[in-house]
C-alpha cells in the first residue's frame, strides 16, 4: 500500500491556466506537507497543515492555495501559472510538527511543466 | 539558508562502507540531525537521526561528535541501490511555537561504483 500518494505524477499545461495536485496519506498523520524542488534541486517547504489548519505558510505567491478537507488529503490549487511554476512538488506527511521522532513519509512527486 | 555544509559528490565502491560527512557547526541544543534520500525521481526517503547519542538502524549509522559540530552518515555495505543524494538537516524552529520545519540543503550525491 502506497503511504503518501499524489495525482498526477505528470501535468504539462500552459501559461494562466489553473490546476490542482492531489494528496492523500494513509498513515493516520497528524501533519502534511507541500514542497517543492526546484531545477537546482532544492527543496523548500510551502504550506504546512496540522489537523486541517495552516501552520506553515511560507513566502508563496497568493496563486497558490492548498486545502485540506481532512488530515488525511491535501490538496494544492495554482491559479494564473506561469514559467517559473515549473517544478516537482511533494506531499509529505509525518505525525506532527513538534514530534521530533516523527520522520517526513514523502510521496513520489508530481513534475509540473508550463509552457 | 541551509544550516549544513556537505560535500557536493562522493564516490563509494560497492560492499565497501560509504561514510558521507556533514557539518553543522550553528546548531542549537535542543535540535536533532536528521539524514535522508533522495534517489532518482523518487521522494525524499528517511534515513536516521539523532541528538547527542550515536544511532544504528537497519539502514545505517549515525555518529554525532561530542561538540555536534559535525556527523557522519555510515552505509556499512553500499550497494549500487544506495546511489542516491544524502540530505543533512538540523530541525530549525520556524515561530514561536512548536511548530519546525526542515531547512534542507544540496546534500551529496553518492555514487556506488561496481
Known amino acids: 500500500d502506497t503511504a503518501v500518494s499524489q495525482t498526477p505524477k505528470y501535468l504539462v499545461t500552459q501559461m494562466g491556466n489553473d490546476k490542482s495536485i492531489k494528496c492523500e496519506q494513509n498513515?493516520?498523520?497528524?501533519?502534511m506537507y507541500w514542497y517543492k524542488q526546484d531545477s537546482k534541486k532544492f527543496l523548500k517547504i510551502m504550506f504546512s497543515?496540522?489537523?486541517?489548519?495552516?501552520?506553515i505558510n511560507e513566502t508563496v505567491p497568493n496563486r497558490f492555495s492548498p486545502k485540506s478537507p481532512d488530515k488525511a488529503h491535501l490538496n494544492l490549487h495554482i491559479n494564473s501559472l506561469e514559467l517559473g511554476d515549473s517544478a516537482v512538488y511533494f506531499c509529505?506527511?509525518?505525525?506532527?510538527?513538534?514530534?521530533?521522532?516523527?520522520?517526513?513519509?514523502f510521496g513520489n512527486g508530481t513534475r509540473l511543466t508550463v509552457t | 539558508d541551509a544550516k549544513t555544509t556537505q560535500p557536493p559528490s562522493m564516490d563509494c565502491a560497492e560492499g565497501r562502507a560509504a561514510n558521507l560527512p556533514c557539518n553543522h557547526s550553528?546548531?542549537?541544543?535542543?535540535?536533532?540531525v536528521y539524514w535522508y534520500r533522495q534517489i532518482h525521481s523518487q521522494g525524499p526517503q528517511y534515513i536516521i537521526h539523532?541528538?547527542?547519542?550515536?544511532e544504528t538502524n537497519e539502514m545505517a549509522s549515525l555518529i554525532i561528535t561530542e561538540d555536534r559540530k559535525s556527523s557522519t552518515l555510515i552505509l556499512p555495505h553500499a550497494t549500487l541501490r544506495d546511489t542516491a543524494v544524502y540530505y543533512c538537516?538540523?530541525?530549525?524552529?520556524?515561530?514561536?511555537?512548536?511548530?519546525?520545519?526542515?531547512?534542507w540543503g544540496l546534500g551529496t550525491s553518492l555514487a556506488v561504483n561496481p
Open positions: 538537516i538540523v530541525r530549525a524552529l520556524y515561530n514561536a511555537g512548536n511548530n519546525r520545519k526542515l531547512i
Open positions: 497543515y496540522n489537523n486541517k489548519e495552516l501552520i
Open positions: 509529505a506527511s509525518n505525525k506532527g510538527p513538534s514530534s521530533y521522532n516523527s520522520p517526513l513519509h
Open positions: 550553528t546548531i542549537s541544543g535542543n535540535e536533532y
Open positions: 539523532g541528538l547527542k547519542n550515536n
Open positions: 498513515l493516520g498523520h497528524d501533519t
